[in-house]
């Protein structure tokens, strides 16, 4: 997921570049969108891993 967010942030900079603000402020959103719903889903697995009292593995 961080992978598509890193991907709508190199399109976001290459249209900012060539000078399409629309598309470029469009496709900025979209990846901190979907850098928040990553950090998020983070968030929730690492509290159940430790509700669960699982070790981690390495």
Known sequence: MLGWAITFLVVALVAA???FGGIAGTAVE???LIFF?????FAISAVIGLMRGRSPTL
């Open 37 to 41: 719903v990553a950090v998020v889903l």
């Open 30 to 32: 979209a990846a901190k």
């Open 17 to 19: 570049l060539f000078g």
